[in-house]
């Protein structure tokens, strides 16, 4: 699977955001995140994409039912 975060820089940079960086080597293992707007859009993009890579993930929003939603994804 290609790393989801994209390059900063084409310097070599090894940041969490590089594809050769930790973000594609376990680094979201066991990170805890707490996601806000986590029901829809960019924050329910997130939140499914850090699960994936093994964060332990916190939601926060407004909408309850689409909340729940996620969580069962």
Known sequence: MECA???WDQ???KSPHSKEGPSCMGYWTNKVVMITGASS???KGVALELAARGARIGLLARR???LKEL???
């Open 71 to 73: 969580v069962v994804e």
């Open 41 to 43: 859009g960019i924050g």
């Open 5 to 7: 975060f994209p390059k």
């Open 11 to 13: 310097s070599g940079d």
């Open 64 to 66: 309850e039912d689409l």
